[in-house]
């Protein structure tokens, strides 16, 4: 397994356009969770999925932002209206359904927004 | 609400020398700590995860302690070497009901000079 992948690396986009990531993960996680680190920052927990299902959302996902997982495979969150507050590494990660499984996460989509 | 606080924030120190990373947490509830690396601009690698009924993990010059009951973990880095210059992140997962998550710290930016 190449473990979690993440596409695309790079995104630029001009505020008010919507943009869309992918991530798949490791194929036999049931677990794939979304993050965003700003600069300087550490990464924050924005949703995850067990298998299709959405079980938690945080509060910093805002009404612009929606991530699927159709199929229980790989995961979209797409933007929508971009912000440049929005500019930002998108990290994916995936794991199995227990908590003491580790967390592994992809690369990154890094977005900046002009 | 869970807080993991790093300290110090920054670093320097010569190469060759000795170093240790501080991290606390508010909540004991924790099923496990993970160290990770980042480089500037891109993804996070995983150095050592510790579960939460262990008291340290080592690999090579890297030890990592943890002391649930007391919110603490700290990362030993032994005989430092200028590529170990990078930003150091420390995170607790916890699982509870459907909640799924791991909180970061801020991190430490760590730089050895050569």
């Known amino acids: 397994d190449t473990g979690v992948s993440q596409d695309p690396r790079h995104k630029i986009t001009k505020r008010g356009q919507n943009v869309t990531f992918r991530c798949d993960p490791i194929?036999?996680?049931?677990?794939l969770y979304w993050y965003r680190q700003t600069l300087g920052q550490g990464p924050e927990f924005l949703t995850y999925?067990?298998?299709?299902?959405?079980?938690?959302k945080s509060r910093l996902l805002s009404d612009r932002f929606s991530a699927e997982r159709p199929k229980g495979s790989f995961s979209t969150l797409e933007i929508q209206r971009t912000e440049q507050g929005d500019s930002a590494m998108y990290l994916c990660?995936?794991?199995?359904?227990?908590?003491?499984?580790?967390?592994?996460f992809g690369p990154g989509t890094r977005l900046t927004v002009t | 609400k869970q807080e993991v606080t790093q300290i110090p924030a920054a670093l320097s120190v010569p190469e060759g020398e000795n170093l240790v990373l501080n991290c606390s947490f508010t909540d004991s509830a924790i099923y496990n700590l993970q160290w990770f690396r980042q480089d500037p601009g891109k993804g996070l690698t995983s150095l050592l995860l510790?579960?939460?009924?262990?008291r340290e993990q080592t690999s090579g010059r890297l030890n990592a302690s943890l002391d649930k009951s007391s919110g603490r973990s700290t990362l030993y880095i032994a005989a430092s070497q200028p590529g170990d210059s990078a930003t150091y992140l420390c995170?607790?997962?916890?699982?509870?009901?459907?909640?799924?998550?791991?909180?970061f710290g801020k991190g430490t930016r760590l730089h050895i000079l050569p």
């Open positions: 995170a607790v997962r916890q699982v509870w009901d459907r909640d799924d998550k791991i909180i």
């Open positions: 194929s036999e996680h049931n677990r």
């Open positions: 999925f067990q298998n299709e299902a959405q079980l938690e």
């Open positions: 510790i579960q939460s009924s262990q």
């Open positions: 990660a995936s794991s199995l359904d227990r908590g003491e499984y580790e967390q592994y």
